[in-house]
């Protein structure tokens, strides 16, 4: 019981409280967001609405006293600095890791109707050679064939499966935003409706059970796939035909 209670406290010492503009909580943004940087991390956080005198580490809103912007929404800048919470250094990585390019890149991932809601604020430095792959390829790959392999033809091992009407993976390399798809996939239809996310997606409507037998799915998972998907080619789609 006392090693219990000892990892409860030292959990709570690596957490967090950020405070966000409440439109940024209520689009759901700090739900796929805080979550990733947790995962990277090990640094807990909790999202409370931004307010004045509100007690956190970090603050994120278009006018925070010091902060540096770091995304855009509609005409909006949004900027983020430290907080008066006492875990400044932790507060730090935050920041850093928002500012980062993988960061940059988890913000723009956020496409809840397939439409990105937010961007790189101007003069902020993205890099966009690649994507920023950092999961198991090989784990990916097991995963995409038990879990993506019902509907979709992910490599060699499946080639005969999947659905017809359905791309595969290598036909969804092809895309510009192919990242974006798989990095945000259980956000663009028809995945909502029998995909969880556990601390990101919420539960499933009672009233409206979920079509076919459910998906669960956590965040290394997608990044595992996500790291497969990059290790294949685009499919070759040749040049259409010309006649004379």
């Known amino acids: 019981m006392l090693m219990l209670a000892a990892a409860g406290a030292e959990a709570e010492e690596r957490r967090i409280t950020v405070a966000a ?39 994120i809103g278009p006018a925070v006293d010091g902060g540096r912007p770091v995304f855009r929404g509609a005409e909006t800048v949004y900027l983020a600095g430290p907080g008066a919470g006492p875990k400044q250094a932790l507060a730090g990585r935050f920041l850093d890791w928002l500012a980062s390019n993988i960061g940059q890149r988890t913000v723009a991932a956020f496409a809840p109707d397939g439409k990105p809601l ?49 791309p595969s993976f290598a036909m969804l390399r092809t895309l510009g935003d192919w990242e974006r798809r798989f990095r945000a996939f259980f956000t663009l239809n ?4 029998f995909t969880q996310v556990p601390g990101v997606t919420p539960p499933f409507d009672k009233a409206r059970p979920p079509p076919i037998a459910p998906l669960e799915i956590t965040l ?9 998907a990059a290790s294949l080619a685009p499919a070759d789609l040749a040049e259409p035909l010309k006649y004379e």
Do not use: W
């Open 21 to 59: 503009s409440p439109e940024l909580i209520d689009s759901g943004l700090l739900k796929h967001m805080l979550p990733r940087f947790s995962l990277k991390t090990g640094i807990r956080t909790t999202p409370v609405p931004l307010e004045p005198g509100v007690q956190a580490e970090v603050l």
């Open 118 to 166: 937010y961007e790189p604020a101007a003069g902020t430095k993205v890099e966009i050679k690649g994507p920023a792959v950092t999961g198991d390829a090989l784990a990916g790959e097991r995963l995409a064939l038990v879990n993506c392999g019902r509907c979709h033809v992910v490599g060699e091992k499946n080639r005969m499966g999947g659905i017809g009407s359905t």
């Open 190 to 193: 028809p995945h909502p409706a």
């Open 220 to 228: 290394a998972d997608i990044d595992a796939i996500l790291a497969y």
